[in-house]
């Protein structure tokens, strides 16, 4: 019988190579009620200190990247059980001038009302609007602008945006994060229409009473509807709009 060749993994090395660097930077994304905003961190390390950057940080060694990318939220932010969706692997060879330094981006959706704010002060992080985000170091303009390309396509197609809002919410609130999102307005009667036909909201009785026009009723998403038909297409925005 022949007996194969037992080889001690512990031991074995990959001669030669040079070893990198492999981090997660996290593209954090949330809604204030009018406005689109993101969430970034002023370093107080080299290299680049003092300037913008995303939230970031290293694999471990004994860490998968979605459960590196979710610890990394966290300890911006505070939250669990957060979308967050893998983007793309950044790999220039000069990105980082410390060390050579692969990054995969992620973007994550969060209610911006939920996060523990004084956490994220600690880490030096604020909230910027789209509109008025400052320099980013390294490729990390590039990451957020690729983000928001493919948060746009995919809102367009798929519930994503409730991701972005408090429990119960009015029609208008809805439509406003949509308007937020693309830059642009839409229709109310079409958009109020494409979205009660969707069937994921529940209608709870309430009204907004905070609301300075009209009170609108207040609804919550049928979340087990949500779970059941996210990759389900329901075309939230007109066609041709993305």
């Known amino acids: 019988m022949e007996v194969s060749e037992s080889v001690n993994l512990e031991k074995t090395t990959y001669n030669g190579e040079a070893k990198l660097f492999v981090a997660i930077d ?3 994304f949330g809604f204030d009620g009018e406005n689109l905003k993101l969430l970034l ?20 060694e004994n860490e998968n990247l979605e459960d590196g990318s979710h610890r990394i ?3 911006l932010t505070g939250l669990e059980n957060v979308y967050m969706e893998q983007m793309q692997t950044y790999g220039g060879v000069e990105r980082d ?19 523990d704010k004084e956490l994220a002060l600690s880490k030096n992080g604020f909230w910027f609007n789209l509109d008025n985000v400052p320099d980013l170091i390294f490729d990390h303009s590039e990451m957020v602008d690729k983000a928001l390309a493919h948060l746009r396509y995919k809102a367009a197609l798929h519930p994503l945006g409730f991701e972005l809002l408090p429990d119960k919410f009015t029609i208008p609130q809805l439509q406003k ?3 937020a999102i693309y830059d642009k307005q839409l229709d109310r009667r079409n958009f109020s229409r494409k979205i009660l ?5 529940i209608d709870t009785g309430e009204k907004n009473e905070g609301g300075s026009t009209k009170k609108a009723i207040l609804y919550k998403l049928d979340k087990e509807k949500y779970n059941n038909q996210f990759n ?4 939230f925005t007109p066609k041709g709009f993305v």
């Not at 001038?97 to 996060?115: E, G, M, Q, V």
């Open 177 to 179: 994060l949509y308007e």
């Open 232 to 235: 389900d297409f329901h075309y």
């Open 26 to 28: 996290c593209i954090i």
């Open 73 to 75: 939220l966290n300890e």
């Open 41 to 60: 961190i002023k370093r107080n390390f080299e290299p680049e200190k003092g300037k913008w950057s995303l939230m970031g940080g290293f694999v471990r």
């Open 197 to 201: 036909s969707t069937q994921l909201l």
């Open 97 to 115: 001038p410390l060390a050579r330094t692969l990054s995969i981006s992620y973007f994550a959706l969060i209610n911006i009302h939920d996060h």
